[in-house]
């Protein structure tokens, strides 16, 4: 028994001694090299992101008005045309035929009432020696009334048959991108009854972005001044933000709040006369909320995130690690976290390695350079 208890205080000494040679071991070799870094400190911008849409400026419906064969398109689906560009030609011999006619009954119209003004001049004339009666005068100058009313009457009809003629030539009423026709050419449409829509033609020099806002954030920017919502400088992005980067400006805010869900429905306006955005494309709105002066901004990548909350490792002047609960704030480029609470500027943080450090280890501090 004797034997035992000798033999297990002899390990323990082992043990010791082993430990004590383990500890003078990593004393030569020197404390874990770890990389720092102070706060930054800036001015920052912060902003809110909300899911929006892009429409375009109007949508146009390019319509027949006349009954006919489709004889021409004159047009690219998806294409751009120009204010005025033909489109479509309706099958316009019939039309043709109107217009000649009505231009016939007008000119019939105005040599009957240019007799019937010559007649009636004549009968003024012979009334002063009674050559004619009374009643004769009247229905001269009756024939007379009858015939300016004939004239009017043709006019309009060649009007209206000049219109209809000009309805065979679709025409297209502003710039922009043309659809896909909705009638090929040979088709025969019945426009006279009711237009007829032959494809649609989307206005898309300018466009529109549609999103929702909290009433939260409208209260928060209600002031009217220069930091009002009417006079943010919104951007939108497209894909994932790198593909597309645009400014707009807001023209439009709701004037009620949306019941169901706590939003007003704002509007921003933008150009667009290369026609590279569509209208339907979802985009991402980034407004701006609040300005921060002097804000103390540390590397998203090292905090870390326990039970408690959210932490970083700061090296303090003896080179120690200290463990340390901090309170966040937004995400600023990407890559920085807003820290509001439980750092102070010119402290140094752990920057990498989190895994490798702990609370009151003796480290050697790497500095890094200081975050722009």
Request: one cysteine or more; aromatic letters at 8%; a neutral charge.
């Amino acid at each position: 028994m004797k034997r035992i208890i000798y033999s297990l205080y002899t390990l323990a000494l082992l043990a010791v001694a082993a430990c004590h040679n383990s500890e003078e071991k990593q004393g030569a070799m020197g404390s874990l090299p770890v990389e720092v870094a102070e706060p930054a400190i800036r001015d920052i911008t912060l902003t809110r992101e909300y899911p929006g849409y892009l429409d375009a400026d109007a949508t146009i419906s390019i319509v027949g008005r006349v009954n006919g064969t489709i004889t021409k398109r004159n047009f690219t689906e998806g294409g751009r045309v120009k204010k005025g560009d033909l489109l479509f030609v309706i099958e316009p011999t019939l039309y043709e035929n109107a217009v000649t006619q009505a231009e016939a009954a007008l000119k019939t119209a105005e040599a009957e009432l240019e007799y019937a003004k010559s007649n009636y001049s004549r009968m003024q004339a012979a009334i002063t020696s009674n050559a004619v009666s009374q009643i004769e005068l009247l229905q001269a100058k009756s024939r007379v009334e009858s015939g300016t009313a004939a004239v009017s009457n043709a006019r309009a009809a060649l009007k209206s048959a000049q219109t209809k003629l000009g309805y065979c030539y679709v025409k297209a009423p502003a710039d922009g991108a043309v659809g896909l026709r909705n009638y090929p050419v040979g088709a025969y449409v019945s426009g006279e009854m009711a237009p007829v829509e032959l494809c649609k033609l989307y206005k898309d020099d300018v466009m529109y972005a549609y999103f929702n806002i909290t009433d939260g954030q409208w209260l928060q920017k209600s002031d009217g001044g220069k930091n009002s919502i009417e006079n943010s400088n919104i951007t939108f992005t497209m894909g994932n933000g790198e593909l597309f980067s645009r400014e707009a400006t807001i023209d439009y805010l709701a004037p009620d709040v949306n019941i169901g869900t706590g939003t007003l429905q704002v509007r921003a306006i933008l150009d667009n006369k290369n026609g590279v955005l569509k209208p339907g494309s979802y985009i991402s709105v980034r407004l701006p909320y609040e300005e921060i002066k002097n804000a103390l901004l540390v590397r998203d990548a090292s905090i870390g995130t326990d039970q408690t909350g959210k932490f970083i490792y700061v090296v303090n002047n003896e080179n120690r690690v200290e463990y340390r609960r901090i309170v966040t704030g937004d995400l600023v480029d990407d890559t920085l976290r807003l820290v509001t609470d439980g750092l102070a500027p010119g402290e140094r943080y752990v920057t990498q390695a989190l895994l490798k450090v702990r609370g009151g280890m003796q480290v050697t501090p790497m500095t890094t350079e200081q975050q722009k």
